[in-house]
């Protein structure tokens, strides 16, 4: 059973700080990591994708990956209020199979004015 | 351009009611995915099609049948609904190809089962 842990939050950070998230995976094999932001009653939208060690940058989203500790992050700098979602981690399965991807439950944060 | 458009937005079914969520994509995509989204739970699986003519099972099957009507459109049937099926349903749907497949999502189905 593949499992991704999140930290489970929630979290408050006040405007123009620097929001962590952190995500765990079991499944060794994996090669594909995405993060997903979800406001509140609204479907999940994609923000950011990683497949190879170290960071990957894209505005003040940095998404980092560390496949020997299969740890994937996300940090999000000057953060807005409108950053105030809940943020999920989702880990691809195994090249060659069907592209199924299991999401972490999820961290909640909420950006203080 | 509409991506991936779901019906209904919401629904009350009584207990042993059938109903079937639809899910229509234009953006040509291969697969499609149903996913269930309950409070600290996180999405999970219900059923998948890797491309079309194609299903298969995922995390949750149970109490859920599918059918990939063609390339396009991917509904999922509640045969007799129960109270633990109520949740928020999302289908999905990406492109084939090399490692980045992020998803994208429908506005999703709001179904309450009493």
């Known amino acids: 059973q593949k499992e991704v842990e999140q930290n489970s939050g929630p979290l408050s950070v006040p405007e123009g700080a620097i929001a962590s998230l952190n995500c765990t995976y079991s499944?060794?094999?994996?090669?594909?990591f995405f993060w997903y932001r979800q406001y509140s009653g609204k479907s999940p939208e994609l923000i950011m994708s990683?497949?190879?060690?170290g960071d990957k940058e894209d505005g003040r989203f940095t998404a980092q990956l560390n496949k020997a500790s299969q740890y994937v992050s996300l940090l999000i700098r000057d953060s807005q209020p409108s950053d105030s979602a809940t943020y999920l981690c989702?880990?691809?399965?195994?090249?060659?199979?069907?592209?199924?991807?299991?999401f972490g439950s999820g961290t909640q944060l909420t950006v203080l004015p | 351009n509409a991506g991936v458009t779901q019906t209904p937005k919401f629904q009350v079914l009584k207990t042993g009611q059938s109903m079937t969520l639809q899910c229509a994509q234009d953006?040509?995509?291969?697969?499609m995915y149903w996913y269930r989204q309950d409070p600290g739970m996180g999405l999970r699986l219900i059923y998948y099609?890797?491309?079309?003519?194609?299903?298969d099972k995922g995390e949750v099957p149970n109490g859920y049948n599918v059918s990939r009507l063609n390339k396009r459109e991917f509904s999922l049937r509640l045969e007799s609904a129960a109270p633990s099926q109520t949740s928020v349903y999302f289908c999905?749907?990406?492109?084939?190809?090399?490692?980045?497949?992020?998803?994208?999502f429908g506005s999703g189905t709001r179904l309450t089962v009493v």
């Open positions: 099609s890797a491309s079309e003519g194609t299903t």
């Open positions: 990683i497949y190879s060690n």
């Open positions: 499944d060794r094999v994996s090669q594909s």
């Open positions: 989702a880990v691809g399965s195994p090249p060659g199979s069907a592209r199924q991807l299991t």
């Open positions: 953006m040509n995509h291969n697969s």
């Open positions: 999905a749907s990406s492109e084939k190809g090399g490692r980045d497949y992020g998803y994208t």
